[in-house]
């Protein structure tokens, strides 16, 4: 009896995994063998304000306001405000030595976060704006750096309708070791196999923490930045979702970002981003699910699918295994100890080798936008799915935790030429 209830009980979590899962692998079909559609930009180029809040970060700082300053657009319609935000360092200094940069030095100790941070600088803009009226507002994090083309491009996206766009979110240092190409790669396929995907459909996208436009008329009509969660991104792209605002994807506009190497840092992130998915779900959830019963309502079921399923369904698997477990061994039933150990171990293998196949298939499509040594490449294949499933615990932790924001340690300081300067071979 006890031994058909662990076998079915963790067939169902399987299938119910897979279930929730399956249209992504449609997305995978979509992404590679769809084309995009051809972008019908209408009126001129925007007037854009560039956004970046920053904590701490006179490292590297510069090479982001240098990648600005050599954007391929018109001179005098891109202007770059610096949140410097709770910063002990030189960060204001330096941004200050770059010419037209204008500096916004912001303390509180009570309201900490980036959304507070935009939302001091959407409120301060108004006054100090001499110019005409912004059309929409970039948002970058102080560590990344742009592809030349990639105000143009991104210009270009929304000019064709869509009040949002996001773009392609690459990794300055993606073989600096498996935990920076674990996230790297994921951000890839994000790009290409989801909102690339999703795009091609004509489905709302989701915004990955940086690197996106914001419509000045949507964030006036908001009364500002109003996304102060733990994961403020994917509770603006909920949000937007949820009231049918699109959110595009711009292939063209490549953005790179560094990633953590150090496990505890990057277990101080996701902890973060994982309390923050649970509280996305308390605040958003029954809208999302009542979202995703209209007729139009895909986008509100795919965000649901982003902050929910995978965390619960893995966190059901643990509790109810973990249960038979000690069951078996206050019962000395070595049988059922044994094959709920069996069971489990399949879970996660197969978990493992899903990963492992969207892993592969990105690094093969997108192999020349992964700027490092082909060998790791190819090992950091077999580190992705661990890297992923290092998540279980993190999902645990955040459950009882208090979680507050920490700031993520930032020191590659290079531009986008000496990052696909790379050795590729």
Known sequence: MLTNLVFYANLAILILFFASYAYQAFYLLVGLFKKEKVLEPKGTPGRYAVLIPARNEEAVIDKLLESLEAQDYPAGLLDIYVIADNCTDGTAQRARMHPGVDVLERHSSRLVGKGYALDAALAYLPRHNTGLPYDGYFVFDADNVLDP???????????????????????????????SAGYALWFLRESRFLNGARTKLGLNCAISGTGF??????????????????TEDIEFSVDNAIHHNAIGYCPRAVLYDEQPVCFGESWNQRLRWSKGFYQVVRRYGSRLVRGATHKKGFS???????????????????????????????????????????????????????LFLFG????????????????????????????????????????????TWKPIRHSIACSSQDICAVRQK
């Open 149 to 179: 083309n990639f105000v143009k491009e991104m210009d270009r996206t929304f000019r064709s309708g869509y009040p949002v766009v996001t773009s392609y979110r690459n990794s300055k240092n993606y073989g600096s070791n498996w935990i």
């Open 360 to 403: 592969l298939i990105t690094t093969i499509t997108e192999w020349s936008s992964i700027h490092c040594s082909g060998w790791k490449k190819i090992v950091y294949l077999f580190t992705f799915p661990v890297f992923i499933l290092t998540y279980i615990p993190i999902a645990v932790a955040a459950l009882r935790r208090n979680v």
């Open 213 to 230: 436009l914001v419509s000045a008329k949507l964030l006036q009509k908001a009364g500002g930045w109003k996304w102060h969660l733990l």
């Open 300 to 354: 509100c079921y795919d965000m649901l699918m982003t902050i929910a399923p995978a965390t619960l369904l893995t966190l059901a698997m643990l509790l109810f295994n973990s249960g038979a477990l000690a069951y078996a061994v206050w019962a000395g039933k070595k049988y059922l100890f044994f094959l709920t150990l069996f069971e489990v171990t399949n879970t996660l293998l197969s978990i493992y080798f899903s």
